[in-house]
């Protein structure tokens, strides 16, 4: 039984065991659950922060597609995408992807391609904050996040 994907933007922060709970909670047909967590570095203690935003329902919205597709074409049984936006300190959780499938390669194939789409295709934007109090511009998009996603098509 697939169930529709759980996704959310939010501000505050999450609890990765709690989620995955959520997604397996009295399921026996499941039998494997990859996750992946994106987290906030320092970058060797220059970072102080990172802002995050986003386009208000349309991030929803894409998320949404994109794990859609990842549940048909690996046949996950569930999938979790939650995204945070604001201020986020070093350390902090930024990116929580949950795949719920019958075996172990379809969870990883599928938190794979959720991921590598979700950095290239859904509409987040990202600034630097710095240790000493500077603000960078917009972080660019990087040609390695095209690339991981292309290996999907």
């Not at 494997?32 to 102080?48: I, P, Y």
């Not at 894409?62 to 690996?74: D, K, T, V």
């Not at 600034?127 to 109090?133: I, L, N, P, V, Y």
């Amino acid at each position: 039984m697939t169930t529709a994907p759980l996704i959310r933007v939010q501000a505050q922060d999450f609890d990765l065991q709690a989620e995955i709970d959520t997604l397996t909670q009295g399921r026996q047909d499941i039998g494997a659950v990859v996750t992946f967590t994106g987290l906030c570095r320092n970058e060797q203690g220059t970072l102080s922060a990172l802002e995050l935003e986003h386009y208000p329902g349309m991030a929803e919205t894409e998320m949404r597609r994109i794990a859609e597709l990842a549940i048909a074409r690996f046949s996950l049984l569930g999938l979790s995408a939650i995204h945070r936006y604001g201020k986020i300190a070093p350390g902090e959780n930024i990116v929580a992807v949950i795949a719920a499938a019958p075996h172990r390669q379809a969870a990883f194939d599928g938190a794979s391609f959720m991921m590598d789409f979700l950095k290239t295709s859904a509409p987040f934007w990202k600034k630097e904050h710095g240790a000493d109090g500077s603000t960078g511009d917009w972080v660019a998009a990087k040609d390695a996040d095209d690339a991981a996603r292309d290996k999907w098509r």
